[in-house]
């Protein structure tokens, strides 16, 4: 049971590149999600999906595409890297569905990525 | 826009002591309420959670809650080296049929021997 894994672990770009990253859990977990966190900020959501086949906008969503592939997975994809995205891509996972009041959000180990 | 608050510290307390760690948010119908710790340069972990007015203990950890005050906080008694740690505070928002984690800026824990 490896939980949240997430690929890659480091990535470095040069600005107006794209590149996907993957998450993956085995909790049969309804519920998914992509933050970034940034040097002395909490996590900012930037996308989620509450079930399979859908997907929401966060807190910051500009920028990025997400794709909920079915009920594991879950990606996002920067188009066209700039600098303002360097940071740090955690996912997570929780059994909650729609309308739930007590999700408890499971992590991924990040991936560090740097724009430049 | 719903917030959550903390002190981004550093708080330093020497090690056998109480640390106290605090959180306000801004909307009166948030229901949950969570601490995660985060060690430097790993992922944030569930630490504790509380739904109701009061106080939850588990082990050293005391989690408090005072919603007419929408204010959380997080004891830890007994502080370790190994407590040193960021500490994120995270309140539920509902909005219609979904719901969304927000984070506090998180507040660095130094425990020194």
């Known amino acids: 049971n490896a939980g949240v894994t997430q690929t890659p672990k480091f990535q470095v770009l040069k600005t107006g590149q794209s590149m996907t990253l993957q998450c993956a859990q085995d909790?049969?977990?309804?519920?998914m999600y992509w933050y970034r966190q940034d040097p002395g900020m909490g996590l900012r959501l930037i996308y989620y999906?509450?079930?399979?086949?859908?997907?929401d906008k966060g807190e910051v969503p500009n920028g990025y595409n997400v794709s909920r592939l079915n009920k594991r997975e879950f990606s996002l994809r920067l188009e066209s890297a700039a600098p303002s995205q360097t940071s740090v891509y955690f996912c997570?996972?929780?059994?909650?569905?729609?309308?739930?009041?007590?999700?408890?959000?499971?992590f991924g180990p990040g991936t560090r990525l740097t724009v430049l | 826009q719903k917030e959550v608050e903390q002190n981004s510290g550093p708080l330093s307390v020497p090690e056998g002591a109480i640390a106290s760690l605090n959180c306000t948010y801004s909307?009166?119908?948030?229901?949950?309420f969570f601490w995660y710790r985060q060690y430097s340069g790993k992922s944030p972990e569930l630490i504790m959670s509380?739904?109701?007015?009061g106080d939850k203990e588990d082990g050293r950890f005391t989690a408090q809650l005072n919603k007419a005050s929408q204010y959380v906080s997080l004891l830890i008694r007994d502080s370790q080296p190994s407590d040193s740690a960021t500490y994120l505070c995270?309140?539920?928002?509902?909005?219609?049929?979904?719901?969304?984690?927000?984070f506090g800026q998180g507040t660095t824990l130094q425990v020194k021997p």
């Open positions: 509380i739904y109701s007015n």
């Open positions: 999906s509450a079930s399979e086949g859908t997907t």
């Open positions: 997570a996972s929780s059994e909650a569905g729609w309308g739930d009041t007590s999700p408890t959000q499971y």
């Open positions: 995270a309140v539920y928002y509902v909005s219609g049929n979904t719901g969304k984690l927000i």
């Open positions: 909790m049969n977990h309804n519920s």
């Open positions: 909307d009166r119908g948030s229901q949950s």
